[in-house]
T-cell receptor, first 113, second 112 residues
Framework: KQEVTQIPAALSVPEGENLVLNCSFT??????LQWFRQDPGKGLTSLLL?????REQTSGRLNASLDKSSGRSTLYIAASQPGDSATYLC????????????FGKGTKLSVIP | ETGVTQSPTHLIKTRGQQVTLRCSSQ?????VSWYQQALGQGPQFIFQ???????GRGNFPPRFSGLQFPNYSSELNVNALELDDSALYLC???????????FGPGTRLTVT
Protein backbone atom coordinates (compact mmCIF):
# COMPACT_ATOMS: atom_id res chain seq x y z
CA LYS A 1 0.00 0.00 0.00
CA GLN A 2 1.41 3.37 -1.05
CA GLU A 3 2.02 5.84 1.76
CA VAL A 4 3.08 9.47 1.36
CA THR A 5 4.74 11.46 4.13
CA GLN A 6 5.38 15.20 4.17
CA ILE A 7 7.85 16.93 6.43
CA PRO A 8 7.57 19.33 8.13
CA ALA A 9 3.87 19.42 9.02
CA ALA A 10 4.07 23.18 9.49
CA LEU A 11 6.62 25.83 8.65
CA SER A 12 6.82 29.54 9.41
CA VAL A 13 9.36 31.70 7.59
CA PRO A 14 10.03 35.42 7.15
CA GLU A 15 9.20 36.97 3.79
CA GLY A 16 11.96 36.66 1.20
CA GLU A 17 13.40 33.43 2.51
CA ASN A 18 13.99 30.43 0.25
CA LEU A 19 12.48 27.19 1.54
CA VAL A 20 12.22 23.47 0.84
CA LEU A 21 9.26 21.18 1.45
CA ASN A 22 9.86 17.44 1.56
CA CYS A 23 7.77 14.51 0.39
CA SER A 24 8.55 10.79 0.59
CA PHE A 25 6.65 7.77 -0.69
CA THR A 26 6.99 4.10 0.11
CA UNK A 27 6.42 2.44 -3.29
CA UNK A 28 8.67 3.68 -6.09
CA UNK A 29 6.36 2.18 -8.78
CA UNK A 30 4.63 5.49 -9.44
CA UNK A 31 3.52 7.06 -12.70
CA UNK A 32 3.75 10.74 -11.87
CA LEU A 33 4.04 13.02 -8.85
CA GLN A 34 2.12 16.25 -8.39
CA TRP A 35 2.36 19.17 -5.99
CA PHE A 36 -0.78 21.09 -5.04
CA ARG A 37 -1.59 24.20 -3.10
CA GLN A 38 -4.70 24.42 -0.93
CA ASP A 39 -6.02 27.58 0.68
CA PRO A 40 -8.21 27.16 3.79
CA GLY A 41 -11.55 25.53 2.98
CA LYS A 42 -10.83 25.56 -0.75
CA GLY A 43 -10.12 23.03 -3.46
CA LEU A 44 -6.72 22.05 -4.83
CA THR A 45 -4.65 24.15 -7.19
CA SER A 46 -2.08 22.22 -9.21
CA LEU A 47 1.42 23.67 -8.98
CA LEU A 48 3.68 21.19 -10.75
CA LEU A 49 3.36 17.74 -12.29
CA UNK A 50 6.53 15.65 -12.64
CA UNK A 51 6.27 12.67 -14.95
CA UNK A 52 8.01 9.48 -13.82
CA UNK A 53 10.69 9.88 -16.51
CA UNK A 54 11.55 13.43 -15.40
CA ARG A 55 13.83 14.60 -12.62
CA GLU A 56 12.42 18.08 -12.09
CA GLN A 57 9.94 20.72 -13.15
CA THR A 58 10.03 24.48 -12.78
CA SER A 59 7.34 27.14 -12.79
CA GLY A 60 8.26 30.67 -11.84
CA ARG A 61 9.61 30.67 -8.28
CA LEU A 62 8.78 26.99 -7.82
CA ASN A 63 11.02 24.04 -8.57
CA ALA A 64 10.11 20.42 -7.84
CA SER A 65 12.46 17.47 -8.06
CA LEU A 66 11.77 13.74 -8.13
CA ASP A 67 14.02 10.83 -7.18
CA LYS A 68 11.97 7.69 -7.75
CA SER A 69 14.66 5.28 -6.62
CA SER A 70 14.84 6.85 -3.17
CA GLY A 71 11.13 7.64 -3.01
CA ARG A 72 11.60 11.36 -2.50
CA SER A 73 10.48 14.68 -3.92
CA THR A 74 11.20 18.23 -2.87
CA LEU A 75 9.41 21.48 -3.61
CA TYR A 76 11.67 24.52 -3.56
CA ILE A 77 10.08 27.97 -3.20
CA ALA A 78 12.36 30.92 -3.91
CA ALA A 79 11.94 34.37 -2.38
CA SER A 80 8.81 33.50 -0.42
CA GLN A 81 5.93 35.99 -0.23
CA PRO A 82 2.99 36.31 2.20
CA GLY A 83 0.71 35.20 -0.65
CA ASP A 84 2.49 31.84 -0.63
CA SER A 85 0.90 31.06 2.74
CA ALA A 86 -1.18 27.93 2.24
CA THR A 87 -1.05 24.17 2.72
CA TYR A 88 1.10 22.35 0.18
CA LEU A 89 0.17 18.78 -0.70
CA CYS A 90 2.27 16.16 -2.43
CA UNK A 91 0.51 13.32 -4.27
CA UNK A 92 1.67 10.32 -6.29
CA UNK A 93 -0.13 8.59 -9.12
CA UNK A 94 -0.23 4.82 -8.73
CA UNK A 95 -2.64 1.91 -9.04
CA UNK A 96 -2.91 -0.29 -12.09
CA UNK A 97 -5.12 1.38 -14.65
CA UNK A 98 -6.93 3.81 -12.43
CA UNK A 99 -4.21 6.42 -11.86
CA UNK A 100 -5.47 7.13 -8.38
CA UNK A 101 -3.75 9.77 -6.31
CA UNK A 102 -2.31 9.06 -2.88
CA PHE A 103 -1.78 12.25 -0.87
CA GLY A 104 0.37 13.25 2.04
CA LYS A 105 -1.14 15.23 4.89
CA GLY A 106 0.46 18.42 3.68
CA THR A 107 2.80 21.10 4.95
CA LYS A 108 1.14 24.25 6.27
CA LEU A 109 3.30 27.22 5.27
CA SER A 110 3.08 30.65 6.84
CA VAL A 111 5.16 33.46 5.35
CA ILE A 112 5.50 36.35 7.79
CA PRO A 113 5.68 39.89 6.31
CA GLU B 1 -12.52 25.88 -21.58
CA THR B 2 -14.76 25.20 -18.56
CA GLY B 3 -13.08 23.79 -15.48
CA VAL B 4 -14.40 21.22 -13.03
CA THR B 5 -17.49 22.36 -11.16
CA GLN B 6 -19.18 20.87 -8.11
CA SER B 7 -22.53 21.38 -6.44
CA PRO B 8 -23.64 22.21 -3.89
CA THR B 9 -20.89 24.25 -2.23
CA HIS B 10 -22.01 23.42 1.28
CA LEU B 11 -24.69 21.29 2.83
CA ILE B 12 -25.73 20.09 6.24
CA LYS B 13 -27.33 16.69 6.80
CA THR B 14 -28.47 14.67 9.78
CA ARG B 15 -26.97 11.32 10.74
CA GLY B 16 -28.75 8.48 8.92
CA GLN B 17 -29.80 10.60 5.94
CA GLN B 18 -28.64 10.19 2.36
CA VAL B 19 -26.82 12.76 0.24
CA THR B 20 -25.96 13.24 -3.44
CA LEU B 21 -23.06 15.39 -4.59
CA ARG B 22 -22.56 16.39 -8.20
CA CYS B 23 -19.57 17.06 -10.42
CA SER B 24 -19.20 18.32 -13.98
CA SER B 25 -15.92 17.35 -15.56
CA GLN B 26 -13.65 19.59 -17.58
CA UNK B 27 -14.46 19.71 -21.26
CA UNK B 28 -13.04 16.70 -23.10
CA UNK B 29 -12.28 14.65 -19.97
CA UNK B 30 -13.75 11.15 -19.74
CA UNK B 31 -12.64 10.11 -16.26
CA VAL B 32 -13.86 11.34 -12.88
CA SER B 33 -12.33 10.60 -9.48
CA TRP B 34 -13.76 11.39 -6.06
CA TYR B 35 -11.80 12.13 -2.88
CA GLN B 36 -12.75 12.73 0.75
CA GLN B 37 -10.71 15.20 2.79
CA ALA B 38 -11.25 15.26 6.52
CA LEU B 39 -10.11 18.31 8.47
CA GLY B 40 -6.33 18.44 8.76
CA GLN B 41 -5.80 15.42 6.51
CA GLY B 42 -4.83 14.85 2.90
CA PRO B 43 -7.55 13.77 0.46
CA GLN B 44 -8.40 10.06 0.41
CA PHE B 45 -9.34 8.30 -2.85
CA ILE B 46 -12.94 7.06 -2.86
CA PHE B 47 -13.39 5.76 -6.42
CA GLN B 48 -12.93 6.55 -10.09
CA UNK B 49 -15.30 6.29 -13.03
CA UNK B 50 -14.31 5.82 -16.66
CA UNK B 51 -16.92 5.60 -19.42
CA UNK B 52 -19.71 5.09 -16.87
CA UNK B 53 -18.00 2.15 -15.13
CA UNK B 54 -16.26 2.10 -11.75
CA UNK B 55 -12.53 1.85 -12.45
CA GLY B 56 -10.86 1.60 -9.07
CA ARG B 57 -12.03 2.02 -5.50
CA GLY B 58 -10.35 3.05 -2.26
CA ASN B 59 -11.04 1.77 1.24
CA PHE B 60 -14.60 3.06 1.56
CA PRO B 61 -17.72 1.05 2.47
CA PRO B 62 -20.46 0.22 -0.08
CA ARG B 63 -22.70 2.98 1.24
CA PHE B 64 -20.45 5.25 -0.82
CA SER B 65 -21.57 4.80 -4.42
CA GLY B 66 -21.34 6.72 -7.63
CA LEU B 67 -22.54 7.22 -11.15
CA GLN B 68 -21.07 8.63 -14.30
CA PHE B 69 -23.32 9.87 -17.08
CA PRO B 70 -22.82 9.81 -20.87
CA ASN B 71 -21.69 13.46 -20.76
CA TYR B 72 -19.03 12.34 -18.21
CA SER B 73 -20.54 14.28 -15.31
CA SER B 74 -20.75 12.30 -12.09
CA GLU B 75 -22.57 11.87 -8.80
CA LEU B 76 -21.36 10.67 -5.43
CA ASN B 77 -24.04 9.16 -3.22
CA VAL B 78 -23.60 8.45 0.46
CA ASN B 79 -26.25 6.48 2.34
CA ALA B 80 -26.80 6.19 6.10
CA LEU B 81 -24.65 9.22 6.87
CA GLU B 82 -22.35 9.06 9.88
CA LEU B 83 -20.75 11.91 11.80
CA ASP B 84 -17.33 10.89 10.42
CA ASP B 85 -18.58 11.52 6.89
CA SER B 86 -18.25 15.25 7.61
CA ALA B 87 -15.54 16.36 5.21
CA LEU B 88 -14.67 18.25 2.04
CA TYR B 89 -15.54 16.10 -0.99
CA LEU B 90 -13.39 16.76 -4.03
CA CYS B 91 -14.02 15.74 -7.59
CA UNK B 92 -11.28 15.57 -10.21
CA UNK B 93 -11.50 14.96 -13.94
CA UNK B 94 -8.87 13.65 -16.31
CA UNK B 95 -8.23 11.95 -19.61
CA UNK B 96 -7.79 8.22 -19.14
CA UNK B 97 -4.18 7.26 -19.73
CA UNK B 98 -2.84 10.80 -19.35
CA UNK B 99 -3.19 10.79 -15.60
CA UNK B 100 -3.15 14.43 -14.62
CA UNK B 101 -6.25 15.23 -12.60
CA UNK B 102 -7.90 18.62 -12.39
CA PHE B 103 -9.82 19.37 -9.22
CA GLY B 104 -13.07 21.18 -8.57
CA PRO B 105 -13.63 23.54 -5.62
CA GLY B 106 -15.21 20.83 -3.46
CA THR B 107 -18.41 20.33 -1.50
CA ARG B 108 -18.28 20.82 2.25
CA LEU B 109 -20.56 18.24 3.94
CA THR B 110 -21.44 18.57 7.60
CA VAL B 111 -23.26 15.71 9.32
CA THR B 112 -24.94 16.54 12.63
Amino acid sequence: KQEVTQIPAALSVPEGENLVLNCSFTDSAIYNLQWFRQDPGKGLTSLLLIQSSQREQTSGRLNASLDKSSGRSTLYIAASQPGDSATYLCAVYSGAGSYQLTFGKGTKLSVIP
Amino acid sequence: ETGVTQSPTHLIKTRGQQVTLRCSSQSGHNTVSWYQQALGQGPQFIFQYYREEENGRGNFPPRFSGLQFPNYSSELNVNALELDDSALYLCASSLAGAGEQYFGPGTRLTVT
